[in-house]
């Protein structure tokens, strides 16, 4: 660990004190941690001891608006938002809770006094990696926006131990290392061990009659866990609001079982624990690929359980009687993964507490609303049933009879049509059997909703067609959005003194006052400021490039960047093909005038998806060939930057003059990267896909480089047998690209290596990479021309930046909360411990 620089030994006084100003608090509660929290001297201190020290500083800080928030939500019984996720992608916690306390420079000023830089201590933190990739990042975004809008809600979700795994590249390849973010404690959290609760596994059903003749179900497990919540303070911006984001952790019952133990079997006896904790040790790393794991299937449902059985304890406490289940609680379900919710509840009703199967299913469906993320058919989750039986015995006999009665009225509505009660049944019945956890979700919520207006049309005219027919108003939109705090205050400190020094600070909280910098835009001072921003964001990014990939970019060029997982439907690599286009034209003509441009690309592959990571080897390869040939270096750069993480993200935002945008139109459900680019002033390359659309509509068609097929487009192209052959036998370019691919050019002659991208793009091309190529590589001529006339770039910069209010997800959760939730926002009052009567 690097020694920093040593903090001044009476650091009690700073240079021009005054005895009780913030940053003089601040230093003195920092030094008191690091003495009694740490247990550390500056000589002996480390980096990661100052982080610490720091971190509980600003902890002390939220625990009173966390408190108040407790008190506040409990004495008045609010209504609240349960949102339901297997991943929050929270990125770091000190930043962004130093920026919502308003304390951001006060602590640079107090750290800067004792000799400390905050910027290296806030990269000291260890990103808490809870999620893969959009999903999980929206979670964290919409928990940010809850408590900024004073929205009572709790975020449950799963404490892994292991988070997304930490990407390196060794010879242009992915490589996976274990993600070990506890590693050094989380400063963030309190375990609550007091409201653990227990979650059965496995095991079989029996039946019994009371004296009345009422029929009871028993379920015997054969393993019990149990669940530990460990909660953190989500704090909303500059009020007294700390929500709860509250994980959970398995463990085992008793950390020996003794019956075992007493045999003499003391490994069987350390089994146990082992087993148990294996519930939340590790995320599945996969995108929008479902893997049929029974232990995933068993942490859904311990999530879920553990949540449910959490509301029913507050419910206790603030004694509001069990039939107001869904007047205390809206369940948002974030995907299928708490599905298994549907059914859990109605078993916590029924057998557990006595409800009539009526009631409790009247409940239910008012309890629960469900957002779909995905189109994709590989990303719909469906059990085996047997599998399922093994692991939720009881709950299969509950979706049983859930789908026996719903089958009854999908027949009274449509007679004689026995297809549709196939397609639509909760069980699939052709081939092996599976439960459709999607189909769960709709028929128990009250509210579907799609995260783009486009992904949500196609969900009613394609995958949830049968169910948009039957219950059409339960169908909405709620298009995706992302939090300006994090993604813009906290990412972009220079653009944000520049965007508030012309219009106020109000944007921060009401993103649509950036629509103020629209006359701005024809502003030459402010423009030159704009671009001057811009400029020293890229050359931080040059900086973090130049350490992690040892290749030197020109600040100066364009950065074109692409950052997302790697997914053959996102399309990295049509990129990957343009450049080698590129490529091919400066090579053949030397004094091409060509805009110089850096591609810039990031994101992780499945472990398990060879294409994907076919896809990485390739443009590390372009990279090593193109970054060393002086005929075009001055020209062209390519880098893959490792490990893109929300900590890289904001880092990388700022820095983008393009954003690359290209999924095959109808595969990208929303994206939510697409508008973090554009708050920070990229303009977008893309095409009609998920949130695009909006954008483009929004920032004005002329300021957005569309290309490509549209959704209805690739239906029909597809439904006419697609022959890539025919466009790649049109394209000159294209064929000496796919020609210098194929004769190992990037891959030091190995013809092989490449092989099996380049016959599924040639053979089959699902995505219509070749459809798409020449209009790509046209809407790149004309971002090209556009960049040169700099004056004219800042202006749509601006005007992209300006006109991207909606897309916060301050928006969106206003949209949940009034169409789906129904909860009103609750002023928090602070309490002090004086107020406080034991
Ligand atoms: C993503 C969608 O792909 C993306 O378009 C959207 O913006 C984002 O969700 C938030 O709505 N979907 C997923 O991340 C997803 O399905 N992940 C799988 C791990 C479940």
Redesign the pocket.
Known sequence: MNQPQVVSPNSGRGPDDEPDSPTRRLRHAFLHHLFYTQGKFPALATKTDYYLALAHTVRDRLLQRWISTANEYTKNGSRTVAYLSA?FLMGPHLGNNLINLGLFDDARKSMSELGLNLDDLLYEEEEPGLG?????R?AACFIDSLATLEIPAVGYGIRYEFGIFHQTLVDGWQVEKTDKWLRYGNPWELARPEWSVTVKLGGHTERMQDNSGQLHVRWVPNRTVLGVPYDTPILGYRNNTANTLRLWKAEAPEAFDFAVFNRGDYQGAVNQKVVSENLSKVLYP???HVEGKELRLAQQYFFVSCSLQDMLRIMKTQHVPLHEFHEKFAVQLN?T?PAIGVAELMRLLTDEHQMHWNQAWDITRKTFGYTN??LLPE?LERWPLELFKRVLPRHLEIIYEINARFLDEVRQRYFGDEARVTRMSLIEETGERYVRMAHLACVGSHAING?AELHSELLKQDVLKDFHEMWPAKFGNKT?GVTPRRWIALANPRLTRLISGAIGEGWIKRLEELRQLEPFALDPNFRAGWREIKRANKRDLSDVIRKRCGVAVDPSSMFDVQVKRIHEYKRQHLSALHIIGLYHRLKTNPNLEMTPRTFIFGGKAAPGYWMAKLIIRLITSIGEVVNRDPAVRDKLRVVFLPNFSVTNGQRIYPAADLSEQISTAGK?????GNMKFAMNGALTIGTMD??NIEIREQVGAENFFLFGLTAHEVATVRGNGYRPQDYLDGNAELREVISLIRHGYFSRGDGELFRPLVDSLVNHDPYCLFADYQSYADAHERVGTAYRDSEDWTRMSILNSARSGLFSSDRTIAEYCRDIWNVQPVQVPILSHEDVRV
């Open positions: 991943e893969n990739g959009g999903l999980g929206l996969n995108d929008e995907d993964h993320h995905t990303a995260v995706n990208e459900a929303s994206g939510t998920g949130a």
